[in-house]
Structures are given as C-alpha cells and as structure tokens.
C-alpha cells in the first residue's frame, strides 16, 4: 500500500526566506506526485504535479518541486515566501495502475511566514 | 468556468441521525470523489464515482454512502451519525487520471 510522509508538522519562516518541505513516500511502483494548497476556511488548491518526465517541476506562484525516485521523495521549494504563503500544504500520490483519481495525502505541513 | 459546489457550507447534527452533502463539480468532469477531512486523521478517501458507478473506495464504514446522478452531480449520506463523524467534507472533480482535481470549499459536519 502507498503511504506519504511529510516530515515537518510545521515550518516557521521569515519573510523572503527560502523554504522547503519535505515529502517522502512509500510505492513500490510509479506514482503520480502532487502538492495541494489549503488556505483558511477553504477547499485544497493544485500547485504543481509530476506525471512523468523531468523530474523539475515547477508550479503556481513560485513553488517547484523535485521529484528524486532513489530516495522516494518529493520536496517542495520556493526561493523567497510572502505572508500570503501561509498555509497548510499537502503532499498526495496516486496509483497510475488504478482507473480512478483516488489521492493519498501526508498529514500536511503548516507554513507560517512573518516578517 | 464555475468551480466545484458544495452545499451546505455547515451543518449540524446530533447523535444518530442521517445527513446528506452536495457536490456540482465542473463543467465537464465526469469524476467526482469525496475525502473526509479531520484534525486527527488528516485528509481521507471516501471514494470516487465516475459516470454514475462507484469506481474506488475507501476504508470507511457502509454508514457512508454515495451516488452520483447523469449530470455527474453527486451526493454523499452519511447515516447513524457518530461524533466522530465531525469534520470537513470535500468534494474534488476531474476530467481523468492525469489529470488534477480540483476541490470545492467543503461542508464543515459538526456533530452534537
């Protein structure tokens, strides 16, 4: 069965500061990764996907991720943070054997940027 | 392009009871699948329907249940609710497996 780990509950930074949160994840097959956004009072928000291909993806409002097979992980950066990136982020991974779309998230990391 | 509807937005219940949440997805989506949301278990699948036939599942209980109607609107019931049935519930849309879903604001159950 597939599992994601996230491996901060939360991350404090400071205004334009780099940051990264981290992603592991347990498949021994592919997977398809992605990372969602979830602001206050509201559903979950794409921010970037990796199907195939480069293992460089780069996303919505500045975040990237790399996806790194030999060490099942799939972390999220961002070179400067606004006050508006706080928020809670989710990792999820989903089967490309199965038809459907089911998504299995991390528990998700809380990012609080202040100045 | 309209995004993905869920009604109510909040809704309570006591002990025992049934309730039932909507979800419009996108214009378009013929998938729509429902994740239970909680402090203590994070985000969970419940399952996904696709052109009206339940196509995955997830570890819940036959207590809740779903369907979805020719327009790919669909409904999740919950019933006998329990305490612990307290959380947010969300619906996502997608056009297929490549695809992204995309998520409606949810219905926040609250339990009494």
């Known amino acids: 069965a597939q599992s994601v780990t996230q491996l901060d509950s939360q991350v404090p930074v400071f205004e334009e500061a780099p940051v990264e949160l981290r992603c592991n994840y347990s498949?021994?097959?592919?997977?398809?990764l992605f990372w969602y956004v979830q602001y206050p009072n509201q559903g979950l928000q794409l921010l970037l996907k990796?199907?195939?291909?480069?293992?460089l993806v780069k996303g919505i409002n500045g975040f990237e991720a790399e996806f790194n097979k030999s060490q099942t992980s799939f972390h999220l950066r961002k070179p400067s943070v606004h006050i508006s990136d706080t928020a809670e982020y989710f990792c999820a991974v989903s089967d490309p054997r199965q038809a459907g779309t089911a998504l299995i998230f991390g528990k998700g990391t809380t990012l609080s940027v202040s100045s | 392009k309209a995004g993905v509807t869920q009604t109510p937005r909040y809704l309570i219940k006591t002990r025992g009871q049934q309730v039932t949440l909507s979800c419009s997805p996108i214009?378009?989506?013929?998938?729509v699948s429902w994740y239970q949301q909680t402090p203590g278990q994070g985000l969970q699948f419940l399952f996904e329907?696709?052109?009206?036939?339940?196509?995955n599942k997830g570890n819940f209980p036959g207590r809740f249940s779903g369907r979805q109607f020719s327009n790919s609107r669909s409904e999740m019931n919950v019933s006998t609710l329990e305490l612990g049935d307290s959380a947010l519930y969300l619906c996502?849309?997608?056009?297929?497996?490549?695809?992204?879903?995309?998520f409606g604001d949810g219905t926040r159950l609250s339990i009494l």
């Open positions: 498949s021994s097959v592919s997977v398809y």
């Open positions: 329907y696709f052109s009206e036939t339940q196509r």
């Open positions: 214009s378009g989506h013929r998938s």
């Open positions: 996502a849309s997608s056009l297929g497996q490549r695809q992204p879903q995309h």
């Open positions: 990796y199907l195939s291909g480069s293992t």
